[in-house]
């Protein structure tokens, strides 16, 4: 089983894409990515648009390939609208009707009109497929980080290597996971390598460092349980303190990122976003000279992280 991060946020942009291979079964999960557009009251530096430049273009190259897609959830950040990337492929999306929350259904309901009669299209909980390679086999809907949040489900996919008996998981934004739930159905998979994202740090002061921490100590009785190595990426890098803030995870030898699974450096640049517009040493916009007002910062923040809150905007 060959597995590629393809765009994540340990490689500069928002996105989990990945394309896992067995012989010719061919997979592509979520072929999204964006920028945060607003991030410590600072729009996207140079050196992210040219990351999500080639972030998108390593996208479409491996999509080329695929003769399976799946999208986990309709984050903006997991799935494209190009109706031409599906077209012609087995497509296994998060049911645009159960189990979503409003907005996510909006973005379905037009993403499955326009592609719909292009491709196989299926709701993905629950399903299975074999091949003379693989096993692909997707889970119910599990909570978008906590319980009960306002941020919907996503999906998690299985993939099974029949020549070898290796099991990748890639379980989306279940940020930690952050539910129980989500923490016993990875346990129960039994993966070998395990991609998901991490506990949202970079929100610690509004959701509260007993949460984030709640995050971190499933994570680490799933691998306890299971062995398994981890790609932890997504929401955990957006902190920029993520290196101290997971220490325990990284300690424990298991546990990389995106960016490290491929043998390359961190390149998290949104939360370098600070430092990456200093470097350019030249006079401040009158635009620029109010967002990077102390007063203005802290309350373009402050409104960023509540609307990080809402539905649709923890991507």
């Known amino acids: 089983m060959n597995v590629v991060p393809l765009a994540a946020d340990s490689l500069g942009v928002r996105s989990m894409a990945t394309y896992v291979e067995c012989g010719l079964t061919r997979v592509l999960i979520d072929p999204g990515a964006v920028l945060a557009p607003n991030?410590?009251?600072?729009?996207?530096?140079?050196?992210?648009w040219e990351a999500l430049r080639r972030a998108n273009d390593r996208?479409?190259?491996?999509a080329t390939r695929a003769g399976v897609i799946f999208?986990?959830?309709?984050?903006?950040d997991h799935f494209r609208h190009d109706p031409g990337l599906y077209q012609g492929r087995t497509v296994w999306a998060k049911d645009a009707k159960r189990m979503i929350n409003p907005r996510q259904a909006q973005?379905?309901?037009?993403?499955?009109?326009?592609?719909?009669g292009s491709c196989r299209l299926d709701s993905a909980e629950g399903r299975v497929l074999e091949t003379a390679e693989a096993r692909l086999s997707a889970s119910p809907p599990l909570a978008h980080g906590a319980e009960g949040t306002g941020l919907g489900y996503v999906v998690a996919l299985t993939v099974t290597d029949l020549r070898e008996g290796k099991r990748f998981v890639h379980a989306s934004d279940?940020?930690?996971?952050?539910?129980?739930?989500?923490?016993?159905?990875?346990?129960?998979?039994?993966?070998?390598?395990?991609?998901?994202?991490g506990p949202p740090a970079y929100l610690e002061s509004q959701l509260g460092s007993a949460l984030i921490e709640q995050g971190v100590d499933q994570l680490l009785r799933v691998v306890d349980q299971t062995g398994c190595r981890v790609i932890l990426d997504?929401?955990?890098?957006?902190?920029?303190?993520?290196p101290d803030r997971f220490r325990r995870l990284w300690q424990t030898g298991?546990?990389?990122t995106a960016a490290g699974f491929l043998g390359l450096d961190d390149a998290a640049l949104e939360s370098r976003r600070?430092?990456?517009?200093a470097r350019k040493r030249k006079p401040a916009s009158p635009m620029e000279a109010r967002l990077k007002s102390p007063r203005r910062s802290a309350m373009i923040d402050r409104r960023q992280e509540i609307h990080e809150r809402k539905e649709g905007s923890i991507e």
């Open 71 to 76: 999208l986990s959830h309709y984050h903006e």
């Open 234 to 242: 997504h929401h955990a890098l957006r902190a920029e303190s993520y």
């Open 39 to 48: 991030r410590f009251g600072l729009p996207p530096a140079d050196e992210e």
């Open 174 to 197: 279940v940020q930690g996971p952050l539910s129980a739930v989500a923490a016993a159905y990875l346990i129960r998979e039994r993966p070998d390598l395990l991609y998901l994202s």
């Open 107 to 116: 973005r379905a309901a037009e993403l499955w009109r326009s592609i719909g």
């Open 59 to 62: 996208i479409s190259a491996y």
């Open 254 to 256: 298991r546990v990389v």
């Open 274 to 277: 600070r430092s990456l517009w």
